[in-house]
């Protein structure tokens, strides 16, 4: 495990690592969850394995630190992720990111471009939504106010979750839990989706087979984002159906880097031309 602060109070992001080589992958669960909990039979899986990996907890989950003082924004999601990877001299990572963790990938590439290469995205949040009572979700995470949540709501949601998200999500702080959902309803401005959008970088979205075409497909496709349906699956892809998973996921990271070197071969000089494609 390594760790580093991440705020001018000295709260600390933490992450298990991977030995392997560069590029290295950067692994980001969601909401109420914890990365090496969710990624880790991918990182070593047998197509995938090989890289240094770092499956990091961001702040307020998992292992990593839980201040009350912190908003829990978007931005301030993707800010502090930034300087634990800044830490750890990361640079052009993969980031494979799911649910609300794709959401500040997303924000992350947009502020903090030197550091992401490309983007997998598993069934992340692209747009706001409404707050919905009675959700197991976010969205219903964030129907309660803040003092309704510490005051007991915190019990309604652990009821309706059930025991296998709850096994992670009792590990976040309760207001940072509380705040991540609100921030994550109301999105970004500009929304999560038109960032993703601007983007230039290699971008894959992965969706459960059974909801159904995504939303905005086709704009998302045109402007170079893959989308991809994972069969048998629910939200939680790589736990659903791991071997899938590991399989889209190796197929979409090597899609992306043939089409870079073939980007990089055609802007290159062929023999006896100049760059300009003038005779030598």
Request: aromatic fraction near 4%; charge should be negative.
């Given at each position: ?6 705020t001018?109070?000295?709260d600390r992001?933490?992450?298990?690592e ?21 990624f ?9 394995a ?11 989950h998992?292992?990593?630190?839980r ?43 947009a ?21 919905a009572?009675?959700?197991s ?45 609100v ?98």
């Open positions: 495990m390594r760790d580093t602060a991440v001018p109070e000295g992001i933490r992450w298990v991977l030995p392997g080589q560069e590029p290295p992958r950067v692994y980001v669960h969601g909401l109420g969850a914890t990365s090496p909990a969710y880790t039979p991918i990182a070593v899986h047998p197509l995938l090989g890289r240094r990996s770092l499956l990091v907890d961001l702040l307020g998992g292992i990593s630190d201040p009350t003082r912190f908003d829990y924004t978007l931005e301030a999601h993707a800010d502090a992720l930034a300087e634990a990877l800044t830490a750890a001299e990361v640079t052009g990572a993969e980031l494979i990111a799911h649910s609300m963790g794709g959401s500040v990938a997303i924000v992350l590439a502020r903090h471009p030197r550091l992401v290469s490309r983007l997998l995205l598993v069934d992340a949040n692209l747009d706001p939504i409404p707050r009572p009675g959700s979700g976010s969205s219903g995470i964030a129907a309660y106010t803040e003092e309704q949540f510490l005051a007991g709501g915190w019990e309604e949601v652990r009821d309706r979750v059930g025991p296998h998200w709850w096994s992670t999500m009792r590990l976040a702080g309760r207001e940072a839990l509380h705040r991540s959902a921030h994550l309803v109301r999105g970004t401005v500009p929304t999560m989706r038109e960032l993703l959008l601007g983007l230039k970088i290699p971008r894959t979205f992965l969706l459960p087979e059974a909801d159904g075409p995504l939303p905005g497909t086709d704009e998302l496709i045109a402007s170079g984002v893959s989308v991809v349906a994972v069969p048998d699956c629910g939200h939680n892809i790589m736990l659903d159906n791991p071997e899938a998973f590991a399989r889209v996921t190796a197929a979409a990271l090597t899609d992306q880097e043939q089409d870079q070197e073939q980007d990089q071969d055609r802007s290159e000089p062929r023999p006896g031309r100049s760059p300009a494609g003038e005779c030598r």
